[in-house]
């Protein structure tokens, strides 16, 4: 379905182009759509993921926004401005030395005028020039001189994308308040597989809504716990499992920016700590326990993404083990059930319910494990994964099935940023269902009974 355009006025000749923040956006009689009215200024840089920009911008005014573009030199070596100018229905700008525009400075005035700048895709370069304040084109300049948040969806070789530089200046962009949005991992145009993709228009718009929209987890505690454990043998050798934490990590990220105090509690990996989240770092079974009950009490939702190990060594050596020409035999001890330990302590005097989400990564019979562990263990939520075949422990994406007493959602495969987006919002719709209620929910006897087995 088409919709109607309001023509632009023409200026007068010899008037430089300006952009005026009073500017009405052609979708201000539709403010239910999820961007309505949001002035989004769209950065392209140099890549051939550049062509999706295309896509995103048509996205973007679908979901009610007004998109002026700047593309970088490279970037029009890609794509043209013509398209863009077609498909934003406003001029496009790529170069400082435009002499009718910037006659009336019109960096500053786009500068001004953005209320959220996006850069997608963002390459390599362009994410080192911003971490390092370089204003060398008119896109950085742009960036220097807004007020306006930041968000961009880095686009590149898996190789690029995994470069500790790389890597340090995403970190770096982070810690300002940059939003981070993917990459998604996958094919490349070079023929390499990983993660360097940029995520598809729907998701960034998705998750675009999500930064500019209400905040449903306003004035919530969150505790999240992440990664994977590990149980000592002897000064060398432990027993852990694949968990990268991914999962966890950007569960933390999505619910501190839907508004929620987060503090993170992460296993062994080594990830960036998401901004404005509180981490601290375990190792064992037994430190992640004592961490997470030390801080429950003070949570309004307590997220358990961590892949905690159900065992450990009855004794650590002192020393490395050496080999003797014969087998080795390892008596393994039950780890404590730090999720079910948890749902015991919901109740709180004059307090909402603790919410409580567990997580189920199983190799078969997915939805049958996780419903036995969501009873058993008297959850309020779980989500239950497939792993295995690229999803699940050590991936970028994942797909989730989400269970709860009465009800069920399935996640379709996504980057886990968007999953983790997806799962906060039913958590928030299921908390709001429960908040009339005063006290803990009633358990019965025989969950009580048996709610910290497996």
Not at 30 to 42: S, T
Not at 196 to 216: D, T
Request: aromatic share 4%.
């Amino acid at each position: 379905m088409c919709r109607a355009r309001v023509a632009a006025e023409p200026a007068p000749a010899g008037i430089p182009v300006s952009y005026r923040p009073s500017t009405a956006s052609v979708n201000s009689h539709m403010p239910d759509l999820p961007l309505a009215n949001l002035r989004v200024l769209l950065g392209v840089s140099g890549g051939i993921a550049a062509y999706k920009a295309a896509e995103l911008t048509r996205r973007l005014r679908d979901a009610g926004a007004e998109v002026r573009v700047v593309l970088t030199e490279n970037a029009a070596r890609f794509v043209t401005p013509l398209t863009f100018q077609a498909l934003s229905g406003n001029p496009v700008r790529s170069g400082l030395w435009d002499d009718a525009a910037e006659a009336a400075m019109g960096h500053i005035e786009l500068a001004r005028w953005a209320e959220r700048i996006v850069l997608a895709p963002a390459s390599a370069d362009l994410i080192a020039r911003l971490a390092h304040g370089l204003a060398n084109d008119l896109l950085s300049t742009i960036c220097l001189a807004s007020a306006a948040p930041v968000a961009l969806a880095p686009a590149m070789n898996q190789q690029m994308w995994a470069h500790a530089a790389t890597q340090a200046n995403v970190e770096t962009l982070r810690k300002r308040g940059v939003a981070v949005l993917g990459p998604a991992s996958g094919g490349q145009a070079c023929g390499e597989f990983g993660a360097g993709r940029l995520l598809e228009a729907e998701s960034i718009v998705q998750e675009l809504a999500q930064l500019h929209g209400p905040k449903p987890l306003a004035g919530c505690r969150v505790l999240v716990s992440a990664g994977p454990t590990f149980e000592d043998i002897d000064p060398v050798r432990y027993l852990g499992n694949r968990s990268s934490g991914r999962m966890g990590f950007a569960i933390a990220q999505a619910a501190a920016e839907q508004g929620a105090t987060v503090e993170l509690i992460a296993g062994p990996v080594h990830l960036p700590t998401p901004p404005h989240v509180t981490r601290v770092d375990v190792r064992s079974a037994r430190d992640m326990r004592a961490a997470v009950m030390e801080r429950i009490e003070h949570s309004d939702v307590f997220v358990s993404a961590a892949a905690v190990g159900d065992y450990r060594p009855g004794e650590t050596a002192a020393h490395k083990l050496k080999k003797h020409g014969s087998a080795l035999t390892l008596t393994l001890t039950e780890n404590p059930d730090i999720i079910a330990e948890a749902a015991a302590h919901r109740a709180r005097a004059g307090r909402a319910p603790l919410f409580v989400v567990g997580f189920a990564a199983e190799t078969r019979d997915v939805e049958k494990y996780a419903r036995d562990k969501l009873a058993r263990k008297n959850l309020d939520l779980i989500a239950a994964n497939q792993v295995g075949g690229g999803l699940g422990f050590d991936a970028c994406e994942n797909e989730l099935l989400l269970l709860w007493p009465g009800g069920s959602e399935r996640l379709a495969r996504a980057d886990k940023g968007v999953l983790a987006h997806a799962l906060l919002e039913r958590i928030a719709a299921l908390r709001a269902k429960l908040a009339p209620a005063s006290g803990p929910r009633p358990r019965s006897a025989k969950n009580a009974a048996r709610r910290s087995r497996r």
